[in-house]
């Protein structure tokens, strides 16, 4: 991974439910903490970001939403997806 961001990758943080809500709380801590650049954390919860407030049941089994989010974030090579 430590290669991977050094190149300029980003951090994915990748759930559903509970354990997205989690990937959020530690990806919000990483620019205060370790002045890690924002622009460089990104965020794919399933059922979107609306669902950090409330359930979205169902979400986590939607595979063509899930690949949707990865097109569109522009996941690539030198990202650390979690």
Same mark, same amino acid.
């Given at each position: 991974a430590? *290669?991977?961001? &050094?190149?300029?990758?980003?951090?994915?943080y990748v759930g559903a439910?509970?354990?997205?809500?989690?990937?959020?709380?530690?990806?919000t801590e990483l620019p205060p903490?370790?002045?890690? *650049? *924002?622009?460089?954390i990104v965020y794919a919860m399933a059922g979107g970001?609306?669902?950090l407030i409330e359930s979205v &049941?169902?979400? &986590?089994?939607d595979e063509a939403a899930g690949a949707a989010a990865m097109t569109e974030a522009g996941i690539g090579?030198?990202?650390v997806v979690l």
């Open positions: 430590v *290669p991977a961001l &050094e190149r300029g990758g980003r951090i994915v439910g509970t354990s997205g809500r989690i990937g959020v709380q530690d990806g903490t370790y002045g890690w *650049p *924002p622009d460089r970001l609306g669902a &049941e169902g979400a &986590e089994d090579r030198d990202d």
